[in-house]
């Protein structure tokens, strides 16, 4: 992985930041479904209590993946229902670019695998900006580095605090699909797009569907 960008410190210190432990009044609940759940979850923006969707997929989507990801997100958010999803590259990054477009109210929640001051993929450092400002940003530190670990512990969190998770475009070896397999566990209601059968991009998801 590459080294993670900080973020501009005026644009994060401009934003309410709050962390948050199991005892504290504004803790997601939802995150106390998992075997072991976060000791703390730092919190840049809001999490407002709304229905969530998470949008989770491949970093490597190809147009079709993107175009639908984006426009799923815009719809939800239309109806005020919150889009998660975990801030990489790919079908992340376009669900929470569909949800900031779907309304004036948008709602995105981003999920990292960092802490809040750095952006990882460093490019997506406006968008974290822009989704801690309708809604939030949220991490278990305020700062790390990316690493593999934290990415799993990233993809159970996302499952958890989601009502629903979309599942759009995944290989066979995808982060997304930890994501799946947590909400299957979670007993949230999992959906997933299927895709061609000689897409090697869609074999995660069309694997599940087999299932």
């Not at 900080?6 to 009044?25: C, K, V």
């Not at 426009?71 to 949800?99: C, F, P, Q």
């Not at 750095?118 to 450092?125: G, K, L, Q, S, V």
């Not at 309708?134 to 990415?151: I, L, N, T």
Request: glycine letters at 8%.
């Amino acid at each position: 992985m590459s080294p993670a960008s900080p973020l501009p410190p005026e644009a994060l210190d401009a934003l309410p930041r709050l962390a948050l432990t199991p005892a504290h009044a504004r803790w997601p609940s939802k995150l106390d479904d998992l075997s072991r759940r976060p000791r703390s979850l730092v919190v840049a923006g809001e999490l407002p209590p709304r229905p969530r969707v998470a949008i989770v997929g491949t970093r490597r989507a190809d147009p079709g993946g993107l175009r639908f990801a984006e426009r799923l997100a815009a719809e939800l958010s239309a109806r005020e229902i919150t889009v998660v999803s975990g801030g990489a590259r790919g079908i992340d990054a376009a669900a929470h670019r569909g949800a900031l477009r779907g309304s004036d109210d948008a709602r995105s929640i981003a999920v990292l695998a960092t802490g809040l001051r750095r952006a990882y993929p460093p490019e997506h450092a406006r968008l974290f900006v822009a989704v801690a400002e309708r809604c939030a940003r949220g991490s278990e530190v305020e700062d790390a580095a990316p690493q593999k670990g934290r990415c799993v512990a990233r993809n159970r969190r996302i499952a958890a605090l989601a009502d629903v998770v979309v599942l759009v475009q995944a290989p066979a070896r995808s982060g997304a699909l930890v994501t799946a397999r947590w909400a299957r566990k979670l007993d949230r209601p999992l959906l997933v797009a299927p895709g061609a059968p000689w897409d090697a991009r869609a074999a995660g998801g069309n694997a599940l569907l087999r299932e």
